[in-house]
């Protein structure tokens, strides 16, 4: 079965600052991958998905994920974060075969300081 | 369009208590799946319902089960409840089942068990 390692789950940066929010899978088969956010009070809203094609998939507000099949990564950043990137992140993957539902990391906590 | 509704946002019940949990989904949206959201266990995928039939089910006592009516619209019910039931459920829609299908996430339903 495919699982997901948030490697970190709290990350603090200081507002222009980049981050990196890293996340690993574990799977034997081809996967799709994602990285949705979670802002207070709210549900989740996905970012980005890579299905298949290019290593590098841009999403919303800013942010990008580069999928790295030998490390079995798919890391999140973003080039310069603002206050209103505050949120829980939560990298997900499935399997690219049948319809098997979505295992999501234990979410990292984005903290952007002013 | 109208997103994901659920209702109530925020309901507690005490041990032993039944609950029944409603989610509109987009219209237009055929599939509905079902979450739970707890800072111990993350994210938990519950079931997914397509077309008034259960397409996955995930890890979860036979307490937790499901419905769909023919205009999507889903509802989960949990019986006999226990205190480590209290979590955040979301719900969240498809236009079809599968994983490439993007899920929008409603708010969620915060359940408290005392």
């Known amino acids: 079965a495919q699982s997901v390692t948030q490697l970190d789950s709290q990350v603090p940066v200081f507002e222009e600052a980049p981050v990196e929010l890293r996340c690993n899978y574990s799977s034997s088969v081809s996967v799709y991958l994602f990285w949705y956010v979670q802002y207070p009070n709210q549900g989740l809203q996905l970012l980005l998905k890579y299905l298949s094609g290019s290593t590098l998939v841009k999403g919303i507000n800013g942010f990008e994920a580069e999928f790295n099949k030998s490390q079995t990564s798919f890391h999140l950043r973003k080039p310069s974060v603002h206050i209103s990137d505050t949120a829980e992140y939560f990298c997900a993957v499935s399997l690219a075969h049948g319809n098997t539902p979505l295992v999501f990391g234990k979410g990292t906590r984005l903290s952007v300081i002013a | 369009k109208a997103g994901v509704t659920q209702t109530p946002r925020y309901l507690i019940k005490t041990r032993g208590q039944q609950v029944t949990l409603s989610c509109s989904p987009i219209?237009?949206?055929?599939?509905v799946s079902w979450y739970q959201q707890t800072p111990g266990q993350g994210l938990q995928f519950l079931f997914e319902y397509f077309s008034e039939t259960q397409r996955n089910k995930g890890n979860f006592p036979g307490r937790f089960s499901g419905r769909q009516f023919s205009n999507s619209r889903s509802e989960m019910n949990v019986s006999t409840l226990e205190l480590g039931d209290s979590a955040l459920y979301l719900c969240?829609?498809?236009?079809?089942?599968?994983?490439?299908?993007?899920?929008?996430f409603g708010p969620g339903t915060r359940l408290t068990v005392t």
């Open positions: 219209s237009g949206h055929r599939s």
């Open positions: 969240a829609s498809s236009l079809a089942s599968g994983i490439g299908n993007e899920q929008y």
